[in-house]
């Protein structure tokens, strides 16, 4: 583990300390399609683009792959030429880089709440100690911090929780988990 020294609370943890749970609450939820696609999720896409031609928000679609780049480049406004730049990075970056190497650089980079980035910040020891729960709960913040932190209110926390199980329900349908593991997780008293 390694302190970075950007002045933000964030801790690096290396890909191999990343339990598999963790990992497989963040796809199921964020990008279930990501060991299919090369950046970019095509069918998410053009269902966001339907979305935003019918008066929707310009969001949803992004792969974790974008999302890691939207994470390292800061570039989050709301404009078409962002979102073809970012679909160009996307597609270059998985030429370059293996999926692990992404989902290593997403979780170390994405926010969490509370001036924590990167996983190993958010539950105040080691990220390969988390459990099920505790991994479905802290990707489930990942959508929303200010909506889904526990730590900010009791709405929050109850958000957070209605997040959790939307999670682990995600996983054990993509068979990511089996009954018993989430039915041992739904039960679980996570402390924050």
């Not at 979305?51 to 969001?59: A, D, H, I, N, V």
């Not at 209605?162 to 041992?184: P, V």
């Amino acid at each position: 583990l390694a302190t970075l020294s950007s002045g933000e609370n964030r801790i690096w943890v290396d890909y191999e300390d990343i339990p598999k749970n963790l990992e497989h609450a963040l796809v199921a939820i964020e990008d279930k399609r990501f060991y299919k696609h090369h950046g970019v999720d095509w069918y998410g896409t053009m269902r966001a683009v339907v979305r935003t031609l019918t008066g929707g928000s310009m969001q949803g679609g992004s792969t974790i792959t974008q999302q890691t780049i939207k994470n390292i480049t800061g570039d989050n406004q709301d404009n078409v030429k962002r979102k073809i730049m970012e679909i160009y990075r996307a597609l270059a970056l998985e030429k370059e880089y293996s999926k692990d190497d992404i989902l290593e650089v997403y979780l170390n980079t994405i926010y969490l709440g509370e001036m924590c980035y990167g996983v190993q910040t958010a539950f105040g020891k080691d990220a390969a100690d988390l459990t099920l729960a505790e991994s479905a709960c802290l990707i489930g913040i990942t959508n929303n911090p200010s909506m889904y932190d526990p730590l900010l209110s009791d709405w929050t926390r109850e958000n957070n929780r209605d997040r959790q199980l939307t999670i682990l329900k995600a996983m054990l349908d993509q068979n990511k988990i089996s009954s018993e593991e989430y039915e041992a997780a739904k039960n679980e008293e996570v402390v924050f």
